[in-house]
């Protein structure tokens, strides 16, 4: 099965079809469509947690920052998702890859700081954010992640670039935090993340997307059923949107099937390697000259996709377009 989830998770690209786009502003959504059941064996982390058969903790009373422990007490798995921003404890995290934690067990999992200021408890546990970390810096943190797995075998991020991407994007758009928290930007521009959630409600069989922000893909996201994007779609979509708002709007005339397909063929067509999930499963890893992305494979399913244009990582000087009530900012 191990050699086998590289062109599972490449199948399971290739048999998407493509659904209408819509537009939010300067984001847009062409959906995706898989055949696929719409019931699965795992719970999302929310469910999870709204059932108290999960709790996300600390390692230790002292902690650790790039680690953090999931004790599963619930009769079902738990898929955790790459960027998942989990609030509270000693400070804020975000999962560096996506996790499906098993039943009646637990596991330590790699996780990266987005609240550098603070260091002390604020509650005995972790809730789930609403959202999962801006893509620009979950593109970036993927790209260390596979690059730490193919040379120590770890999910280690760089936690300085971390807190970079965090600050920087942060002075752009204005959000200040006492304690250096990603939380802050998302807060503050809640009106406008809502907006773009509200406007791409999934239609029939979307089982995933790709992302463009002024008519260029951003990235891509898919998952074995339907019930799983229509359970996630928000906080990937405010992912997204955060970064949409971080550029000026640009007129694009750009045809979005025909950009889409290129992108997977990229993807399609770059190296991959695997490796044993954290959790249950297989971790893909895949890398190109311009495509980042990594699948977990469970049970010869893909569980979870996603990909990145690794050409449009870490870019500088971008401007906000819009405060909280649509009010431009500087």
């Known amino acids: 099965m191990v050699e086998n989830a590289a062109e599972i998770a490449r199948d399971a690209v290739r048999r998407v079809e493509f659904g209408p786009l819509t537009t939010c502003r300067n984001l847009s959504v062409l959906s995706l469509s898989a055949a696929s059941d719409d019931e699965v064996a795992y719970l999302t ?32 798995p738990v898929l955790l998702l790459d960027g998942e921003e989990l609030l509270g404890a000693k400070q804020n995290r975000v999962l560096n890859l996506t996790i499906l934690a098993p039943a009646r067990a637990t596991r330590v999992v790699p996780v990266s700081c987005v609240e550098s200021g603070r260091w002390r408890h604020t509650s005995a546990g972790f809730v789930a954010a609403s959202r999962a970390q801006f893509a ?51 807060d503050s521009y809640e009106g406008s993340l809502d907006e773009c959630v509200a406007a791409f409600t999934p239609v029939a069989g979307q089982a995933g997307a790709v992302f463009f922000v002024n008519g260029r893909p951003a990235g891509l996201e898919l998952f074995d059923a339907a019930r799983t994007w229509r359970m996630l779609a928000p906080k990937l979509i405010r992912s997204y949107a955060l970064d949409a708002l ?47 992305g990594a699948a977990l494979v469970v049970s010869g399913k893909a569980i979870h996709v996603s990909a990145f244009p690794t050409a449009s990582t870490g870019k500088k000087g971008r401007r906000p377009r819009a405060g909280r009530n649509g009010a431009s900012q500087a």
């Open 136 to 186: 620009e810096g979950r593109a970036a943190k993927m790209q260390h992640v596979t690059s730490s797995l193919r040379e120590s075998g770890s999910r280690a991020s760089d936690q300085g670039d971390v807190w970079q991407l965090i600050a920087e994007k942060s002075a752009r758009l204005g959000a200040v935090s006492e304690t250096s928290a990603m939380s802050a930007m998302f």
């Open 246 to 292: 971080d550029q000026p709007d640009e007129a694009s005339e750009s045809d979005a099937a025909a950009e889409a397909k290129t992108f997977i063929d990229r993807l399609m067509s770059s190296e991959a390697s695997v490796f044993q999930a954290v959790g249950q499963g297989e971790d893909v890893r895949f890398e190109g000259a311009d495509v980042v």
């Open 45 to 76: 982390l929310d469910e999870a947690l709204a059932q108290r058969s999960v709790q996300v903790v600390e390692v230790s009373e002292g902690g650790r920052v790039p680690e953090l422990k999931i004790v599963n007490g619930g009769e079902r």
